[in-house]
């Protein structure tokens, strides 16, 4: 069963997600509430932009709402969940999507409920979202497809145990910075040989772009696919053998395990 679901919060992330809904055809306009702080600017822009519900009394937003989705701040939430802990029915969804707040914190702020914390990383602003969806032991399994369901709608969602998270955070949820790294500096070198930087940049970005697409679409082993565009003794082989001498896989792995550390200790 489809719950009407509610956001709590109009940032950038609610409204990729709220964008994901309705072009996928999910979820209609009319099922869709929101509630931010300020009407103005933020909350304005989005019932302009998308036409769903605005809510201008947060105790409206979880009388309206089956489903909550909490698209704020960390600090924001742990402040607001004791506020709106007698709004709170059994019934009730409650999606976290911020960093560093774990379930058992939430937990402790609501009360026994359903709860599921999901990690989307910042490319669902263009419906390319890699999410991971924790949920616990309240949580119905037709309550985790629908949030699966939800977050699949601009992109990717995959049930992990949260106790996996701070390797999803790793790999998923700031790898987008180390890629934006890798282009610049694609970039960086086809400029030191001579192309011009906006060529540069569309090269570096269209490469980096089939790559992934080339590894989603034919399910062969990222190695196999490196080793198709690896001749013996052409070009490729020996930019290889560059990056080996330069650590590069190991200084990948390195950032993963920074971040996978960082993440943890933010749950502590």
């Known amino acids: 069963m489809k719950h009407t ?19 996928s055809g999910f979820y209609q306009k009319e099922e869709i509430y929101v509630y931010n702080h300020r009407y103005e600017p933020t909350l304005k822009k989005v019932e302009e932009t998308y036409g769903i519900q605005v809510i201008l009394r947060e105790e409206e937003l979880f009388q309206q709402s089956d489903l909550i989705i909490f698209a704020v701040k960390p600090t924001i939430l742990t402040q607001i969940l004791p506020q709106i802990n007698p709004y709170l029915q059994k019934e009730h969804v409650l999606v976290s999507i911020a960093a560093g707040v774990s379930i058992q914190q939430i937990e402790k702020l609501t009360g026994p409920h359903k709860i599921i914390r999901a990690m989307p990383n910042t490319p669902a602003m263009v419906n390319q979202a890699m999410s991971s969806i924790s949920p616990n032991k309240l949580t119905t399994q037709e309550e985790i497809q629908l949030v699966v369901d939800v977050f699949d709608s601009f992109g990717k969602a ?3 145990s949260e106790e996996l998270i701070d390797a999803v955070v790793g790999v998923s949820g700031s790898a987008p910075a180390y890629v934006y790294l890798f282009i610049e500096a694609l970039a960086d070198g086809a400029v030191l040989e001579g192309l ?3 060529d540069a940049y569309e090269f570096a970005t269209q490469a980096v772009l089939g790559a992934a697409k080339m590894v989603e679409d034919t399910g062969k082993h990222p190695g196999e696919l490196k080793d198709m565009v690896t001749s013996p003794k052409g070009t490729t082989i020996a930019a290889v053998q560059s990056l080996e001498e330069s650590n590069f896989r190991a200084s990948v792995m390195k950032a993963v395990e920074a971040a996978a550390k960082k993440n943890h200790e933010m749950n502590k």
């Open 5 to 23: 679901i509610g956001f709590y919060g109009a940032g950038n992330m609610a409204q990729a997600i709220i964008s994901g809904l309705i072009n």
């Open 196 to 198: 011009p930087r906006d």
């Open 158 to 160: 995959k049930v992990v």
